[in-house]
Structure formats: C-alpha cells, structure tokens
C-alpha cells in the first residue's frame, strides 16, 4: 500500500479508532530529510549564529573570499597592496 500524497491519516484501517489530528505535531526529524535538505537547514543555523555574533554569515564570506580574488587579479588597480575591506564596504555602499 502506497500513499498518493503527504499527509496524517486518521486511521490506517477502517475499523480502527480514529485519532485527532489536532494533537498531532507533524514534524521531520533532521534525520528523515535528504543530505541537501540536511545542509540548507545547517547553513541557515550556522548563518543566524554569524549574524547573532556580529560576524559574518556563508553568504558574505564567499563575497569576501570573491573581492579578496579580485584584489589582486591581473589589470586591478589594486594588484600588489594589502587587501583593504574599508574600500570594498565604500564601493558597495555607493551602488
């Protein structure tokens, strides 16, 4: 026996009991979702903690990882300088 669609049945045999499916909290464990799930779930935790502590979230830190590239990128006009964040933040602001 298959289910056509995703939900609580009342009961799973005619003549069985129903339940209430009020008092049912319908929740997945960590464990029943698939890996990609798993990992969206982990990244938005670890996200809302970056942001809780002020630092930054997965996001943010792969534009970093991406400016700190160009920084020093073939025909930048910063080519050979320490990496600077101050001139980053001031041209995204200007956007």
Known sequence: MEKSM????????????????KHIQPEKSMEDLNQEEQMKIHQMMYDQRQKAL???????Q????IMKQAWNAEGSPFKGQPYDPSIVQSIRKSE
């Open 6 to 21: 995703e939900r609580w049945w009342e009961n799973f045999l005619i003549n069985e009991k129903k339940i209430n499916l």
């Open 54 to 60: 002020g630092l930054p979230t997965s996001e943010e």
């Open 62 to 65: 792969k534009y970093e990882d």
